[in-house]
């Protein structure tokens, strides 16, 4: 996690929560991970997997037509 962005983006709470070893998003404990890619990502952007899940479908069903998607 970029935590000087995060603050800078008003996202204080969020990086306090992942410093407290909390999902960023929730504030839940992230407990299990369904892989490797989801710990990392985790590690990268605070989330849990159901909070991960919920931005996938999201991204999936959300943005449908949109061509610059990224692939995590
Ligand atoms: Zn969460």
């Known amino acids: 996690m970029n ?3 995060m603050i800078a983006a008003g996202m204080k709470q969020a990086v ?12 839940n404990e ?3 991970f369904k892989d490797a890619l ?3 990502e985790y ?9 991960q ?6 991204e999936l069903f959300g943005f449908e037509g949109e061509e610059d998607n ?3």
């Open 16 to 27: 306090e929560r992942f410093e407290d070893g909390l999902c960023a998003t929730c504030g």
């Open 70 to 72: 990224e692939t995590i």
């Open 3 to 5: 935590r000087d962005i």
């Open 30 to 32: 992230p407990g299990v």
């Open 43 to 51: 590690g990268i952007s605070g989330m849990c997997q159901p909070c």
């Open 53 to 58: 899940d919920m931005l996938f479908d999201f």
């Open 38 to 40: 989801s710990r990392r």
